[in-house]
């Protein structure tokens, strides 16, 4: 028996939730998308929806941020079944990384395959503009570096090994599908790829730390993502992440900007119908030709 067993996050505990989950609803989602500050309209698209609110879900986390709506959208898109967490947790809510990460394990046990992140992120890459959408092709883990790894402590072989490799962490695949997609739509001013930095938040980065994360070759730094990564390779599942830069992070000490929340929310406002053209139509090709 695991330590953590009477915590919520050992392997029966997650199989507890999942076989809860999967007696409540038909959908058999094959896909599982996780909506960040301002993006939850995704789940909104999803048709025949069964919603659970956190809070019932047994062993679920809450979240406790504005722009997060708290909920698991089961339903199709365009006749592929998904399932669909509006509002996420970050390790700023005070939640253990394990707490954070336990719906990517819960997906898994729910027959998902490919998981879908989208976040909002601040632009270290002079070349971004707010507004562009940042395909994540790797990530700087700075929690990791200091030791807080959602993988730490007993690993349990049913969920995966005790040293999953992360250089193929972002599907080059879905990274080439979501360029195809993105340029039939019309999107390609401003779709980008580039390297997300996680850090532990809530309070946005100084001026000399952005520019540090910038010289280690960050394009866009945020506070999640990341960790779910992790637990979702670690699965076994496919991964692929995007970025909505909602502001540009202040690299000049003589700038008068300040990053705001309240920012962020707006351009994802802004941004998000397309943003969920783009992962709608990706999702229908989730499976197809070279995709699958």
């Known amino acids: 028996m695991f330590p953590e067993s009477h915590t919520g996050y050992s392997y029966e505990?997650?199989?507890a939730t999942?076989?809860?989950l999967l007696a409540q609803t038909a959908v058999r989602?094959?896909?599982g998308i996780v909506c960040g500050s301002g993006l939850g309209g995704l789940a909104d698209m999803l048709k025949d929806q069964v919603v659970f609110n956190y809070r019932d879900i047994p062993n679920f986390p809450q979240s406790t941020v504005r722009g997060h709506a708290g909920q698991l959208v089961f339903g199709t898109l365009k006749g592929r079944p998904c399932v669909c967490m509006q509002?996420?947790?970050?390790l700023?809510?005070?939640y253990p990384i394990q707490k954070v990460t336990l719906p990517m394990r819960i997906f898994k046990l729910i027959g998902v395959e490919t998981v879908i992140l989208t976040n909002a992120a601040g632009g270290l890459n002079q070349d971004f503009k707010v507004g562009d959408i940042m395909i994540i092709k790797d990530h700087l883990n700075m929690p990791g570096f200091a030791g807080n790894n959602p993988l730490m402590g007993p690993n349990?072989?049913?969920f995966g090994v005790r040293f999953p490799c992360m250089s193929d962490a972002y599907d080059r695949e879905l990274q080439q599908l979501a360029m195809d997609v993105g340029t039939e739509l019309g999107y390609g001013h401003f779709l980008r790829e580039g390297v997300y930095c996680v850090l532990g938040g809530p309070s946005f980065e100084t001026i000399a730390e952005c520019r540090m994360l910038h010289k280690l070759g960050a394009d866009a730094v945020g506070m999640s993502t990341v960790h779910e990564v992790i637990v979702a390779r670690h699965c076994g599942m496919r991964v692929f992440a995007l970025s909505l830069i909602t502001n540009q992070a202040v690299m000049d000490?003589?700038?008068e900007e300040k990053a705001n929340h309240e920012e962020v929310l707006e351009t994802g406002k802004q941004r998000a119908e397309q943003l969920e053209r783009?992962?709608?139509t990706m999702v229908t090709r989730i499976g197809h030709n070279n995709y699958s």
């Open 29 to 31: 989602p094959l896909v």
């Open 87 to 90: 509002g996420r947790f970050h």
């Open 13 to 15: 505990d997650c199989r």
């Open 253 to 255: 000490y003589d700038s």
């Open 278 to 280: 783009l992962v709608s």
């Open 92 to 94: 700023y809510e005070g």
């Open 156 to 158: 349990d072989e049913r």
């Open 18 to 20: 999942a076989d809860w």
